[in-house]
């Protein structure tokens, strides 16, 4: 047996048959990572020579993190983007407008405050703004790259969908504090 050798040069969408896209079907995606899982598992090389093994590891690792990439929605933006010659400049372009970085303050304040206090139900509230706004962005940067193709304004937004995922870890960090 031969185990299947991955183009590497091959982009996270065409490894899984994708159309390159903001959008997409998470079954398709789900069922394309098992399908190809299952033809390139190490486990079914374990019998055969180091090299071989070693090539089915990388193929997994590979296939691994092509979908990690995709199945995040704000992994698969940063990386559309990247193929088409566009960094988010995330560590570099903080940037933001006032009202966007006022309202991150206040709900920063507010999780420190609701810690303070244990107040779950604030927490809670904040943990449900933050998803229905981290999705309405998700819809919006949907727009900027599928449709309306406007890349730097796709870059801007996920800068803010990273400031969004930055102030859910956050709240998740009040959780596990107020659970000791």
Not at 69 to 94: C, M
Not at 96 to 123: C, G, H, S, Y
Request: net charge negative.
């Amino acid at each position: 047996m031969i185990v299947p050798d991955l183009k590497f040069e091959q982009n996270h969408f065409q490894l899984f048959g994708l159309s390159p896209c903001f959008k997409l079907e998470r079954d398709q995606l789900e069922r394309a990572f098992l399908a190809l899982q299952s033809q390139i598992h190490p486990d079914k090389s374990a019998h055969l020579s180091d090299l071989v093994q070693r090539i089915a590891m990388q193929n997994a690792t590979r296939v691994n993190e092509a979908y990690q990439t995709l199945k995040s929605p704000i992994r698969r933006a940063r990386y559309f983007l990247l193929l088409q010659g566009v960094d988010t400049q995330e560590e570099t372009n903080t940037v933001m407008p006032i009202d966007f970085l006022m309202t991150q303050m206040e709900w920063r304040e507010a999780v420190i405050e609701a810690e303070k206090n244990r107040d779950l139900v604030v927490l809670g509230q904040l943990e449900s703004r933050i998803k229905i706004l981290t999705l309405e962005l998700e819809t919006e940067l949907a727009s900027k790259i599928d449709v309306e193709r406007d890349y730097t304004a796709a870059a801007g937004m996920v800068r803010k969908l990273r400031f969004m995922e930055k102030l859910a870890e956050e709240i998740s960090t009040a959780y596990d504090e107020l659970d000791r």
